[in-house]
């Protein structure tokens, strides 16, 4: 046998469309929209503050979600090797521990760019990057019970940008109404994370993360989903009227009640109809947050 024989081959360096399949930019969404809520719902933003919020946008989206997809898929390779054996890391797209690597690297450039909008923004960054880490990554890896898991997603992906976003328009920390809102809409994310759950159930349950559907059953837990995300969106119309927004809070109560009409369809088939509420539903749940924001503004 040769020497290069024994030396064992170095993992090629996957191409950049695994390194971007990896970073899941159909996931961005989320957080950009409630960035831009939040920044939204902060009111006139001036001049100087315009650059602040378009880094905030990249900050939310590519850099700290795209982290944290990236940290998802490397702790939860061999739970996907049997729910998805497709997935970049699994199917070897993403060859020894690239997958790791892009998950370091883009967790420290998102702190770097935090570091550039202020002190209020990068703490919050810090947090949700910590979040993102727990979620998945041992001894904590918070995914291993849904409710904390999915608690810890629905306060980063919703909460946590609105709030920061605030932050950075404003150039201070936002009011009360702003955290009330943004807490809100993240407690209904819950929700929103479970119904992603379905699709995973078996593999799930046979590696021993208890998500929400297999610790309730599937037609329990789609009524969960579909009710924990209803109810914050009932507050804030109750809110809304309140402060005197009487036409916004009827328009995000109408989005809320089509939520709850096609609560039974998907109670009915679960696994078959997660995808289709997950559509509908969380349409309706974030036009009902930028119809908030906007009314909110000062």
Known sequence: MSVAQTIPARPRAPT??????LL??????????????????????????W????LGVLLAGP?????????????????????EPDRVIPSGRMPGRWGLGVAIVSSVLSMVVAAFLGTTVFVAAAIGLALAWAYSA????????????NAACGFSYETLPWITAAAAALGTVPDMGIFTVAILYGLGALGIMTLNDFKSMEGDARMGIASLPVQMGARNAALFAGLVMIAPQAVVVALLAGWSHVFSAVAVGLLALAQAVAL???VADPKGKAVWYSALGVGLYVTGMMITAFAIRP
Do not use: E
């Open 264 to 266: 039974p369809r998907l």
């Open 138 to 149: 041992p001894p904590f890896r918070l995914k291993r019970n849904g409710w904390w898991g």
């Open 63 to 83: 850099l700290l979600c795209g982290a944290s997809q990236a940290v998802n898929d490397w702790f939860d390779r061999h739970v996907d090797a049997i729910n």
């Open 51 to 54: 650059f602040a919020v378009a």
């Open 16 to 21: 950049p469309g695994a390194v971007l399949a």
């Open 24 to 49: 899941k930019p159909v996931t961005w969404f989320p957080p950009m929209w409630a960035y831009a809520c939040g920044a939204i719902s902060a009111g006139q933003i001036t001049s100087d503050r």
